[in-house]
């Protein structure tokens, strides 16, 4: 049997209030540097402030590094903030998603097609008689049934489904339904 390597002595509680003292004076002097470089680089202050909060995690952990070493200890957190950024920007973009962007960016299905055939039928419906036109416009346009365009038009339900049935078969014969594209 190998002895095993002895297990590291648990923190003495003076050391660790140490620590804990130069966190926090870490925190009150770096932490608004760091979360403004942050919040510049991802465009949003939520991500930016998780950015941050794993950054003094990381510096919690190194604590002992940063007290003892020489160099700026805001240059080591500023390029752990630069590090955790980049890392999720590249998770984002493998997932594709955009971290903190806006979706001004999403491609717009191209309407001209739909703006013509609104002009064409606007055309088509000046062609019809008003009672055919009215008809038309709420039923189809507004999605009444035709009891409810009967109530509003003060005539029987059977006159609406004549009139409707009139003013299609008129707007078929203007352009009749194209075969299979």
């Not at 540097?33 to 995690?57: F, M, P, S, T």
């Not at 002009?119 to 062609?127: D, N, S, V």
């Not at 008003?130 to 109530?151: D, I, K, N, P, S």
Request: net charge positive; glycine share 4%; charged share 25%.
């Amino acid at each position: 049997m190998t002895p095993s390597a002895p297990s590291p002595a648990p923190l003495s509680p003076r050391l660790d209030e140490v620590r804990q003292h130069h966190v926090q004076a870490l925190l009150a002097e770096h932490r608004p540097a760091v979360l403004a470089y942050a919040e510049k680089l991802l465009g949003d202050r939520h991500a930016a402030e998780d950015v941050v909060q794993e950054v003094l995690i990381r510096a919690w952990h190194h604590i002992d590094r940063l007290m003892y070493r020489s160099g700026s200890v805001r240059g080591w957190l500023i390029t752990v903030t630069r590090n955790l950024i980049i890392d999720r920007l590249r998770s984002a973009a493998s997932r594709h998603e955009l971290v903190g962007a806006e979706d001004t960016d999403i491609a717009q299905r191209d309407h001209a097609d739909a703006v013509v055939a609104s002009i064409e039928t606007t055309a088509l419906m000046r062609r019809l008689p008003l009672e055919h036109r009215e008809v038309l416009f709420h039923t189809y346009l507004c999605g009444r049934t035709v009891r409810e365009t009967a109530q509003l038009m003060g005539v029987p339900a059977g006159t609406v489904k004549s009139r409707q049935h009139y003013a299609l078969t008129r707007l078929r014969q203007r352009f009749p339904a194209d075969g299979p594209a």
